[in-house]
């Protein structure tokens, strides 16, 4: 890990001690601000490139990934994906494809709308509504050349989602409203894209507005090392604007000549393997899967293995609803004919029987089954007394999203909100609405339900309302990641200051009948309350911590004394007692 001015060097995974002496800053303020990034790790806990990225760019410094030789770089995985893929094909059966793109960018900059543009700049003269189908990828054509585009969120708190796109795409479009500039979203997802090795295409948004300062935002890219063609860098940056569908097509173009200058490839006869882009269960289909492939080509009747889901495809379809019979490299495609839903992320790959796909499908289903056993099992029963006794302290939940891709990220965030002293429990992670089954697991296990962009049936509502479940619905996952970590903030142990209320010498030892060796003292400084905390000290030694069990003025129980007063003071189970001692009386606050 080396340095160079403000640019850092850092590896894929970096020690959050080593990473604040790199900076010259104090842990504890790096534990800090990773906290305000939603990160919680320990002073000896390692974080990723991307966090540590984004992390440092905040104290001014520009993180690089550090220089790896091209043969550990594969064995990392650090390569594009689209080489991995195709690592063990004839590279004479390579032909160019098209390229996968991602759009990522600051919230509220126009990627939706750059989007919308983009789709519209495609759809022919009668066709409207365009596409038909939303399938989470789509294609559309420049110059007789097809452009494959991932729809993946851009919201900064879809952080894994957006980093699974950059990795999954060849080219990222990077986004940046020309009024508003590089902001703290930009400088993650220019971290997520560098990360990857994925190369960057800078959409200048809104230049058609009276405020927009064009120059000023090619400045913050130089000083982030993408340096504008225009400036003598390697970074293409396309003003346009989404609103005006102005210069849609020169961004379309741009993707083809980095494309070209990155000679993305892939055998089309070769086997058939790609990336789960989408997957839902239909009441009417059976599952539904959005495929994209990158190598190969898939055709209907193919028999496919995505994670520990398989099935003979009974139809395909492209990204407006067509039924197509095959789909070569870059195509997205819905199918049917899965027979369980896989996650988004998932490979898959295509099978010569379907005793083969049960049979890795069983293979991988025992690893899993292999890898639960061997976590340490704890009932309820035993994790609720635990709890009680402040021996284990954890938030229990149950998370219902609508599509399996909102449920990936959602589950990332949150275990990453459970990484502190205060443990975060999924105890079942599943798409659809709310159901009776998940309040009674729910009332069973003492568990939170939250919903993302779903409903909660009527009996669910009502069940809950008897058993005192909690359910939660959210449509904005920043809303629901806030309030967890509420919740857990409100589980933890507060944090206790000591206040000195008064000190006291003592000047002489008695026995009383009733409350066995009593001290006589004077108060010197303050005053000392019954009930409060006490600290005996003999020279420099402390010979007693504890309750300051009895206190009496003469004959009177008194609940204070104040400085000048004398006073005998009694200690709970201690006796040692020697004329001399000092006593400080002091409470917890």
């Given at each position: 890990?080396?340095?160079?001015?403000?640019?850092?060097?850092l590896p894929?995974?970096?020690?959050?001690?080593?990473?604040?002496?790199?900076i010259?800053k104090?842990?504890?303020?790096?534990?800090?601000?990773?906290?305000?990034n939603?990160?919680?790790?320990?002073?000896?806990?390692?974080?990723?490139?991307?966090?540590?990225?984004i992390v440092v760019?905040?104290?001014?410094?520009?993180?690089?990934?550090?220089?790896?030789?091209?043969e550990a770089?594969?064995?990392?995985?650090?390569?594009?994906?689209?080489?991995?893929?195709?690592?063990?094909?004839d590279?004479?059966?390579?032909?160019?494809?098209?390229p996968?793109?991602?759009?990522?960018?600051?919230v509220?900059?126009?990627?939706?709308?750059?989007?919308?543009?983009?789709?519209?700049?495609?759809?022919?003269?009668g066709?409207?509504?365009?596409?038909?189908?939303?399938?989470?990828?789509?294609?559309v054509e420049?110059?007789g050349?097809?452009i494959?585009?991932l729809?993946?969120?851009?919201?900064?708190?879809f952080?894994?989602?957006r980093?699974?796109?950059?990795?999954?795409?060849?080219?990222?479009?990077?986004v940046?409203?020309?009024?508003?500039?590089?902001?703290p979203?930009?400088?993650?997802?220019?971290?997520?894209?560098?990360?990857a090795?994925?190369?960057?295409?800078?959409?200048?948004?809104?230049?058609?507005?009276?405020?927009?300062?064009?120059d000023?935002?090619?400045?913050?890219?130089?000083?982030?090392?993408?340096?504008?063609?225009?400036?003598g860098?390697?970074?293409?940056v396309?003003?346009?604007?989404?609103?005006?569908?102005?210069?849609?097509?020169?961004?379309?173009?741009?993707v083809l000549l980095?494309?070209?200058?990155?000679?993305?490839?892939?055998n089309p006869?070769?086997?058939?393997?790609?990336?789960?882009?989408?997957a839902?269960?239909?009441?009417?289909k059976?599952?539904?899967?959005?495929l994209?492939?990158q190598?190969?080509?898939?055709?209907?009747?193919?028999?496919?293995?995505?994670?520990?889901?398989?099935?003979?495809?009974?139809?395909?379809s492209?990204?407006?609803?067509?039924p197509?019979?095959?789909?070569?490299?870059?195509t997205?495609v819905?199918?049917?004919?899965?027979?369980?839903?896989?996650?988004?992320?998932?490979?898959?790959?295509?099978?010569?029987?379907?005793?083969?796909?049960?049979?890795?499908?069983?293979?991988?289903?025992?690893t899993?089954?292999t890898?639960a056993?061997?976590?340490?099992k704890?009932?309820?029963e035993?994790?609720?007394?635990?709890v009680?006794?402040?021996?284990a302290?954890?938030?229990?939940?149950?998370v219902?999203?609508?599509?399996?891709?909102?449920?990936?990220?959602?589950i990332?965030?949150?275990?990453?909100?459970?990484?502190?002293?205060?443990?975060?429990?999924?105890?079942h992670?599943?798409?659809?609405n709310i159901?009776?089954n998940d309040?009674?697991?729910?009332?069973?296990?003492?568990?939170?339900l939250?919903g993302?962009?779903?409903?909660?049936?009527?009996?669910?509502r009502?069940?809950?309302e008897?058993?005192?479940?909690?359910i939660?619905?959210?449509?904005?996952?920043?809303?629901?990641?806030?309030?967890?970590e509420k919740?857990?903030?409100?589980?933890?142990e507060?944090?206790y200051?000591?206040?000195?209320?008064?000190?006291a010498?003592?000047?002489?030892?008695?026995?009383?009948?009733?409350?066995g060796r009593?001290?006589?003292?004077?108060v010197?400084?303050?005053?000392?309350?019954?009930?409060a905390k006490?600290?005996?000290?003999?020279?420099?030694?402390?010979?007693?911590?504890?309750?300051?069990?009895?206190l009496?003025?003469?004959?009177?129980?008194?609940k204070?004394?104040?400085?000048?007063?004398?006073?005998?003071?009694?200690?709970?189970?201690?006796?040692?007692?020697?004329?001399g001692?000092?006593?400080?009386c002091?409470?917890?606050e």
């Open positions: 890990m080396s340095s160079n001015g403000n640019r850092i060097e894929a995974s970096v020690v959050v001690r080593d990473l604040a002496q790199k010259e104090s842990p504890i303020d790096l534990i800090k601000k990773l906290m305000t939603g990160v919680m790790a320990t002073i000896n806990q390692a974080v990723d490139y991307d966090t540590a990225a760019a905040e104290y001014g410094f520009e993180a690089v990934p550090e220089a790896v030789e091209e770089q594969e064995e990392a995985g650090e390569v594009p994906m689209w080489r991995q893929l195709i690592a063990g094909e590279k004479a059966q390579l032909k160019a494809r098209p996968v793109v991602t759009i990522l960018g600051h509220d900059h126009g990627k939706t709308s750059l989007l919308d543009a983009i789709r519209s700049t495609d759809v022919a003269a066709e409207a509504g365009g596409i038909t189908q939303h399938i989470g990828a789509y294609q420049m110059k050349r097809l494959t585009f729809d993946t969120p851009g919201h900064a708190a952080t894994q989602m980093a699974r796109g950059a990795q999954g795409a060849d080219i990222v479009i990077l940046v409203a020309a009024d508003d500039g590089v902001m979203q930009t400088r993650e997802a220019i971290a997520h894209a560098k990360a090795r994925v190369p960057i295409v800078v959409a200048l948004n809104k230049v058609d507005k009276a405020n927009a300062n064009p000023r935002v090619k400045q913050q890219l130089a000083e982030l090392e993408l340096v504008p063609d225009d400036w860098g390697n970074t293409m396309v003003p346009v604007s989404a609103k005006q569908k102005q210069g849609i097509d020169d961004l379309l173009e741009g980095v494309a070209d200058s990155a000679e993305i490839k892939a006869g070769g086997k058939v393997i790609g990336t789960v882009i989408e839902e269960l239909d009441k009417s059976g599952v539904l899967a959005t994209l492939v190598n190969g080509t898939l055709e209907s009747g193919d028999i496919v293995v995505a994670g520990i889901a398989h099935g003979k495809l009974r139809a395909i492209d990204y407006k609803g067509r197509i019979k095959k789909a070569g490299p870059s997205p819905a199918v049917m004919g899965l027979s369980d839903v896989p996650s988004a992320g998932d490979l898959f790959e295509v099978v010569e029987s379907e005793k083969e796909a049960r049979s890795i499908v069983g293979e991988r289903q025992e899993l089954k890898q056993q061997s976590r340490k704890v009932s309820l035993d994790l609720f007394s635990k009680q006794a402040g021996e302290k954890e938030l229990n939940l149950i219902k999203a609508d599509v399996q891709g909102s449920l990936d990220p959602i990332t965030e949150l275990n990453k909100l459970g990484a502190g002293d205060i443990g975060l429990k999924i105890l992670a599943e798409t659809g159901g009776n309040v009674m697991l729910a009332s069973a296990s003492k568990a939170i939250i993302f962009n779903v409903q909660a049936d009527v009996d669910a009502r069940m809950a008897k058993e005192g479940v909690d939660r619905l959210y449509e904005i996952i920043y809303r629901m990641t806030e309030d967890i919740a857990l903030k409100g589980m933890l507060p944090d200051v000591e206040k000195i209320l008064g000190k010498t003592v000047l002489q030892v008695f026995t009383a009948s009733k409350f009593v001290a006589g003292c004077r010197t400084d303050g005053e000392l309350k019954r009930g006490v600290r005996l000290y003999r020279s420099a030694d402390i010979v007693y911590e504890g309750d300051l069990s009895s009496r003025h003469e004959k009177d129980d008194v204070e004394i104040r400085q000048g007063y004398e006073c005998g003071v009694g200690f709970k189970n201690f006796s040692d007692i020697q004329p001692d000092t006593l400080v002091y409470v917890l």
